[in-house]
Nanobody
């Protein structure tokens, strides 16, 4: 059974940091990624990581957001620093069975988590 589970969301103040985790189980995934969505707006790409280590972060978030994996397969962490009110969104983890370009193409992801809310107060 495939599961994609996010955790780590919450409410923080502007300038704070937060770390989200994603664990995908049930298949051997080659790409794990984060997207986020604000009500009324399109879901947007945040970051992606290939199992071999290549990591991609949205240009607008570089310098504040970092995606990294550990020794546990199918697990990634999204480190978010210096959070701003505009980072408020539901953050979704997505898993794909392949590596591909462009890595922000949502239709290429095979499984999605339920999402975790991040709220940043200014």
């Amino acid at each position: 059974q495939v599961q994609v589970a996010e955790s780590g969301g919450g409410s923080v103040q502007a300038g704070d940091s937060l770390r989200l985790s994603c664990v995908a189980s049930g298949r051997a995934f080659k790409t794990l990624a984060w997207f986020r969505q604000v009500p009324g707006r399109d879901r947007e790409f945040v970051a992606a990581r290939w199992a071999i280590g290549n990591t991609f972060v949205a240009d607008s978030l570089k310098g504040r957001f970092r995606l990294f994996g550990g020794t546990v397969e199918n697990t990634v962490w999204l480190q978010m620093n210096d959070l701003k009110s505009e980072d408020t969104a539901v953050y979704y983890c997505a898993a794909a069975l392949a590596n591909f370009y462009p890595y922000d193409l949502q239709t290429k992801y095979d499984y999605w988590g339920q999402g975790t809310q991040v709220t940043v107060s200014s």
